[in-house]
């Protein structure tokens, strides 16, 4: 009770503080607490009329309403499954097998994370659609015929789009086994094989669950992909939309979206779990003289082949976007134009402006805003503290889909009406993306002594002059690279957004979906390719940055 109250007390004798920490909780009250609550609402009460029904016909078993369910599920759990596989394959050849050009193998691993996830799709139908190239020509030569459409085409393009995020996990977690410990395994008779059985893998166990979990839960979530590909095999966020959209059936797209978001946040608490242990690294207490365990040689080559394979079919699927977007008519007619490009950048050039302006803005206040989210639950011993934390990074669990139809009701009346406008766009990307920059910033901050703010504010420095003299100078370079990534998600964002587009705010993500739904390939490709581009110029900018922050500031260290 006495903590409580010196808390309450060090928050009145800051009024800068105590109005920053109330405009934070208000913000996060408004935008991102209500948007859900108005979903479980209208998952039970729809205009005033208590309608449970659907809740009812999903724990019946109601086939309309539990197929997309299991269909998700099936889904997620095969995509896990494969994803951390080709992860893990990866970041082994990567740091343990020293494989010939591992560095470009490594950015080829990473690039599905600068692009939009539907990408992946729309390369797959331009390989293995009807008229695909692949098709086209098995179909001629050799009689043979396929349907890329449903589970298949959607295990195939969410491996793809998410098995990076494997990758990056199994990298650190490899990377930080002593192999002093594999080394020791050798020394006492162990073959190689069996170290890695008996060692290698019981330590990066935990990594390996926390990258099932985070797939399992981005693959839950994921639009973009299945509204192209997922043909008679219906999966809950395309539901969803439908629901809204399509048949205009409120209850029941709120309901869906209950049913979504408890395996999705469910699966997000236990990934957090699993990856704050730190039982997969092995702390000895001084740095190991002992280098990475050699592989055979014929392991080394094996992983080479694997991961050249694995590359060269990512390689396959971006050139086909790239080559598909130079095509007339994909499939029809595959002679050489720049038209596609010519659309893009005369009638798709507003859709494309609306993107970087949007996305622009969301990063500018979502960064300083997540930073100072950052700085307060770290630095700051206050009330509410804790609360405050968990607000910040709800959204990071809630599936964008959901999050689009909360702001839909939430919003959609006085006396907050924001529907079709610009604002209603930028809060969305905010409260979705800005998490990223609170981890970023917690974990600078984490990493920077205490006593350099609180010098300041013993020499009577305010909240505002202490955080924009002191902590925004020095959390600089990670401030820039969640940014950096939040503007990326921002302008590839399309499970939320496509909710709430308007025609006077549509979006070039949004306007690349609606020609893969016309049967315009070759657009589609042209939209993608240049979103891929802007993407790639705005984190190779960031880089830029970054790197020349951090060495002025090795350069003052200096001197």
Known sequence: MRARFRQLKFLFHDPALLLVVLLILGFLGLFVVLPLFKVLQNSFYYKGVFTPQYFLEFFSGHRYVIRPFLNSLIVAVLVAGL???????????????????????????TLPIISPPFIMALAAILLLGHNGLITFFMRKYFGISWNIYGLPGLILTETFAFFPLSFLIMEGVLGNIDPALEESALDLGASKLRTFLRVTLPLATPGIAGSLLLVFTRSLEDFGNPIIIQGRFPVLTTQIYLAITGMYDVPLGATLSIVLLVPTVLAFVVQRYWLSRKSYISVTGRPSTAGPPRVSSGARWFLFGTVFILSSFILLFYGMVIFGSFTKLWGIDNSLTLDNYRYVFTVG???????????????????????????????????????????????FAVPGIVIGIGYILAFNTPPIQLTGTAAIIILIFISQRMPVVVRDGVAMLQQLDPVIDEASSDLGAGFFRTFTRIVLPLVSPALIAGMAYMFAACITSISAVVMVVSPKWYLVTVALLSQVDIGALSIAAAYGTVIILVVLGAIISMDIVVKSLLQRGFSRLGK
């Open 83 to 109: 994803s951390t596989l080709l992860g893990f394959i990866f970041a082994f050849a990567d740091v343990r097998a020293n494989i010939p050009g591992r560095r470009v193998f490594r950015w080829i691993a």
């Open 349 to 395: 050039i507003q859709y494309l402006s609306n993107s970087l302006k949007l996305a622009a803005i969301a990063t500018g206040i979502g960064g300083l805003l997540g930073i100072t989210v950052a700085y307060i639950v770290t630095r700051k011993r206050i009330m509410l503290q804790g609360l405050m934390d968990f607000l910040a990074m709800v959204n």
